[in-house]
């Protein structure tokens, strides 16, 4: 390094001594944020949890969950940049349910029931209200997954981020039972692929929303016409899953799910796929929700190119029996989700085509978008 040589300053007795705080770490603040999280960590509590915040490592029991030959599944995420427009429009909110939701729904997809959850927390400069939104939505996201807030870790570090920014990630650990493991290894050619409804673009393709914004000047405060704004449509925390699809899930109803996050509805089906089968995705079965045909016209985005990179109204697919498959929408309906019947399993190399008629999604003539994994 070159600078000045490491010499020990001459003692000036007019200077006080430095201390964490003078160099930007809150201490206090921190332990003040930790006392007001604890309540909201045991509004989580759950079977098979033990203890609280504050020790160096969290407990989880399985035994007291109630399995009895688990399989561990975990998973780890984040928000995204979509926390850049949630920052700029002073909405904190929901942004904890999204980081939740992106690691739950991801173990549910493995036929895994979501157990704990740890978060973390990373600023520039404590903002303890900020910060206490932020962890009361995680915590809202774990009571609707099911899953014990446990611990976490809050970072403040100077230098690292701009003033107002902060960064989220989460880890979730999960589990199933041997027997009722998703592996996908069930799916056979013949299969229905049914989809659940999104709550909006969820927590992915944020970049290419935040251009869009940018190139057309658009205001997120500006009215929609269903009462909202455009940042509020935006801003719609990502569905959790889990609740809706356990039952079903325990039954044996279900041979596959996909969590349609980033890559969309293309690249994230084929995950869930055995090599032989190849999933057909008809674009006409549900209606493209406003806020995607807003982004789709604005942004002048082609259809194959929205149905890589957003969920475009599907959040979850889920592949089952055909002869399951009214049943099972009918289950999925009364626990609250509005279902589409979106597809199917054909023959073929592992991958997925998504196609519409001329008309579907702004396009004025037929397209077929294909991906073979």
Not at 131 to 160: N, Y
Request: charged share 20%; with cysteine; glycine share 14%.
């Amino acid at each position: 390094m070159i600078g000045r040589r490491l010499n020990p300053p001459s003692r000036d007795h007019n200077n006080p001594p430095l201390t964490y705080r003078a160099a930007g770490v809150d201490i206090d603040a921190g332990d003040a944020l930790v006392d007001h999280i604890k309540p909201l960590a045991k509004s989580t509590d759950r079977r098979g949890t033990m203890g609280g915040l504050g020790g160096f490592g969290a407990l989880f029991d399985l035994k007291a969950a109630g399995f009895k030959d688990p399989i561990l599944v975990s998973g780890t995420d984040g928000v995204g940049t979509k926390l850049k427009l949630a920052i700029e429009l002073g909405r904190h909110d929901g942004v904890g349910i999204d980081l939740v939701a992106m690691c739950a729904n991801d173990l549910i997809v493995q036929g895994a029931e979501p157990l704990f959850f740890l978060d973390y927390y990373a600023t520039g400069s404590l903002d303890g209200k900020v910060a206490e939104a932020v962890v009361a939505s995680i915590a809202e996201g774990c009571r609707d997954a099911g899953c014990a807030l446990i611990g976490g870790e809050t970072a403040e570090m100077p230098g690292m981020y701009a003033e107002g920014d902060y960064d989220l990630a989460g880890f979730c650990v999960g589990a199933v039972e041997r027997s009722q493991l998703l592996t996908g290894r069930a799916i056979v050619p013949g299969d229905a692929i049914l989809g659940l409804a999104s709550s909006g673009v969820h927590s992915n393709g944020f970049s290419l929303v935040r251009r869009i914004l940018a190139d057309r000047e658009w205001d997120p405060g500006q009215p929609l016409p269903d009462g909202t704004t455009l940042g509020q449509a935006l801003l719609e925390p990502t569905r959790i899953y889990v609740r809706s699809l356990l039952p079903s899930l325990r039954e044996g109803r279900i041979r596959g799910l996909a969590h349609i996050t980033g890559g969309g509805l293309l690249e994230n089906i084929p995950r869930v796929l055995p090599d032989i089968c190849h999933a057909v995705i008809d674009v006409g079965n549900w209606p493209l929700p406003p806020i995607f045909a807003l982004l789709q016209q604005g942004g002048e985005v082609a259809a194959p190119e929205m149905a890589r990179t957003f969920n475009c109204g599907i959040g979850m697919a889920v592949i089952t029996a055909p002869g399951d498959a009214d049943a099972l929408a009918d289950e999925l309906g009364e626990a609250g989700e509005t279902v589409h019947r979106i597809g199917r399993i054909e023959p073929g190399k592992r991958g997925c085509t998504v196609r519409g008629d001329a008309g579907s999604w702004g396009s004025s003539e037929a397209w077929a978008a294909t991906h073979n994994a």
